[in-house]
């Protein structure tokens, strides 16, 4: 199995963020441990240091398979295993998704996401997504696309089309990862991340936090995050959104200032990542929106849907963005 090693990779040419150092749990179980003020100030620094903090870089993310997924994560509405009133739909046409591409760039949007409902897709679905990526590269934006776990020459297939970014997920603490997912293994997300990597494609991989984990399991997902070797490119940290049917649809919920203390430890660790505010925002005051960007967060997901969940409406992000005195980072490759 190919997987994606924790520092004992050799480096490569392909290492344009390399790990400054290996994080142990308890070290980073420590960041989480500091005053809350002082992490957010010592998070903010690194931040400058490797960003301009009035730049936050927009992506909009379109689901063009939904629903019927035959894993059984216990976050998500679109496993076929649970109940969630969603039904399962076929691929969106070329030209729908190239029409929401364009609308994504008009209003912003430098990165076009999609995801599909896989557990990992068949040569002829990456035939058809191919085709998909290029019609979307060749509107000027970024691309990345989710479609699950990649068998050999997958990743190639989809950076010769044109992707920029895979995302792919760490989900949880590796320790506890089999207490949430049952139909794969945390091994099984390393060997995709490690297929895309060798493609020379970027990574995007983050995290759910708010599915009853302790404050160590939290820095476990933190530290395995930070200790990619080369680390994400993006890391986009997910609150998470309790869909009635899943089994963590009556999890307690998770107090505002754990997850932007999660924010900045992830900031401190993956200095040079962009860290994303991804699900769970269109629950966040704007307050709390705010503390995040302090901490280091400089991306979202912007638009109304996340795969199937509902997010802010752009006029709300445009308001607040105006209020902070945030930017929209531009999209020059």
């Not at 599909?116 to 990345?144: F, H, M, N, Q, Y």
């Not at 320790?175 to 494609?201: C, F, N, P, S, W």
């Not at 930070?226 to 049917?245: F, R, T, Y």
Request: hydrophobic share 35%; glycine share 8%.
């Amino acid at each position: 199995m190919t997987t994606y090693n924790l520092r004992l990779k050799a480096k490569s040419e392909l290492t344009p963020h390399p790990t400054a150092q290996y994080w142990r749990k308890c070290e980073v179980e420590e960041l989480f441990e500091m005053p809350f003020m002082d992490l957010i100030f010592k998070a903010a620094q690194v931040h400058r240091e490797n960003f301009n903090p009035q730049e936050i870089q927009l992506s909009t993310l379109l689901s063009i398979k939904t629903g019927g997924c035959p894993e059984d994560c216990e976050y998500c509405p679109q496993s076929a295993r649970y109940d969630t009133g969603l039904t399962r739909q076929t691929m969106l046409d070329v030209e729908e998704i190239v029409e929401k591409a364009k609308i994504a760039k008009a209003r912003g949007a430098s990165r076009f996401c999609m995801g599909a409902a896989w557990r990992g897709p068949k040569p002829k679905d990456i035939e058809t997504v191919s085709s998909i990526v290029s019609a979307v590269k060749a509107l000027g934006l970024e691309t990345c696309g989710t479609f699950g776990m990649l068998e050999e020459g997958m990743a190639e297939d989809l950076k010769q089309a044109g992707l920029d970014y895979y995302n792919h997920n760490l989900d949880t603490d590796p320790e506890r990862y089999d207490q949430i997912i049952h139909t794969r293994g945390h091994d099984d997300r390393m060997d995709t991340l490690g297929k895309v990597r060798h493609a020379g494609l970027k990574v995007c991989c983050g995290g759910i936090v708010g599915m009853n984990e302790t404050r160590p399991e939290r820095a476990g997902l933190i530290a395995s995050l930070a200790n990619l070797d080369p680390q994400p490119e993006s890391v986009p940290i997910n609150q998470l959104v309790k869909v009635e049917g899943t089994p963590l649809a009556d999890a307690e919920d998770l107090d505002w200032t754990e997850f932007v203390r999660t924010i900045a430890v992830a900031r401190i660790t993956m200095p040079r990542s962009f860290v994303r505010l991804s699900a769970g925002r269109g629950e966040m005051p704007e307050s709390m929106q705010a503390f995040c960007f302090m901490a280091g967060a400089n991306s979202i997901f912007y638009g109304d849907k996340l795969l199937t969940t509902e997010n802010p409406e752009e006029d709300k992000d445009r308001i607040l963005m105006d209020k902070l005195n945030l930017r929209p980072l531009s999209y020059t490759g």
